[in-house]
């Protein structure tokens, strides 16, 4: 009978440690749970770049967009405030190593840079790269073969970077895709690759720059949102994004920005 009950006692030990390890919390490489590291210090900082409609500022001086009304319903989960910070783009893997951002979340395309330097969410949005210019040029411009004499103007460290320097277009970078643009409506720069939701928010008919067009798509891609490499921030985030689009509120956020028709399905 012994015998039994210590074998009844050594089993019950041993379910009790496999089911505490199913339900540990993955760690950061400093050993600490990031959403508890949030939600102790008390506010959830979001790395973004001015990027209409996913990360903006409204008239008052706010930041709005797709990417910020999200980043505000997950920082209300977690019962914290939200801080934005706008980085450079190019550091954005830096920058959430040494906490300056807790996460970094605007429009950013899943590739091998992100895939390997970040913990990353699920995709929740497709997106392509696309070539602008000014409309009285676009007719001479049809194919990626007879664009490489222009002068492009990209923002560092982004996708719209990477898949010009893939076709071998000559690029000046900057610091922000809306800087690239305004290069573009001045005539600095020929044209400039983006994103396509910018494309579709920023240029054409009553929009800041009606004589831009969109004349090429260049890639497809998807996006994600990028927390510190081991981070559990990022299944957090994907479990709110979940019960947002469950309940509708994804949806409604993304319809009033214009970026329904590009909503990954979560179902």
């Keep these: 009978m012994a015998a039994k009950k210590w074998m009844a006692l050594f089993l019950a030990l041993t379910a009790a440690v496999g089911f505490a390890g199913c339900n540990k919390q993955p760690a950061t490489s400093d050993g600490q749970s990031d959403v508890a590291y949030i939600q102790d210090k008390g506010k959830l900082v979001v790395g973004i770049t001015d990027f209409k409609p996913m990360d903006y500022k409204d008239e008052a001086g706010e930041w709005i967009g797709f990417d910020a009304d999200l980043a505000k319903q997950v920082a209300e989960k977690l019962e914290v405030p939200v801080e934005f910070i706008e980085i450079d783009w190019g550091n954005k893997i830096m920058e959430l190593e040494n906490k300056s951002v807790d996460v970094v979340w605007n429009g950013m395309t899943l590739n091998d840079e992100t895939r390997n330097g970040m913990t990353v969410t699920e995709a929740y949005c497709k997106n392509s790269q696309v070539v602008v210019m000014n409309a009285d040029k676009a007719a001479d411009y049809t194919d990626a ?123």
């Design 145 to 267: 073969e007879s664009m490489k004499d222009l002068l492009f103007v990209v923002e560092a460290g982004s996708a719209g970077e990477e898949v010009a320097t893939a076709e071998g277009f000559q690029c000046n970078s900057v610091e922000t895709q809306a800087a690239a643009l305004m290069e573009v409506a001045a005539g600095t720069s020929d044209a400039c690759v983006i994103d396509l939701l910018m494309a579709g928010a920023m240029i054409g008919e009553g929009t800041d720059y009606p004589d831009l067009v969109n004349v090429l798509s260049l890639s497809d891609e998807e996006y994600g949102i990028g927390c510190r490499k081991g981070s559990d921030l990022a299944a957090y985030i994907d479990g709110v994004l979940d019960e947002l689009y469950a309940d509708g509120t994804l949806m409604e956020l993304a319809e009033q920005y214009g970026v329904q028709k590009v909503v990954l399905d979560r179902e």
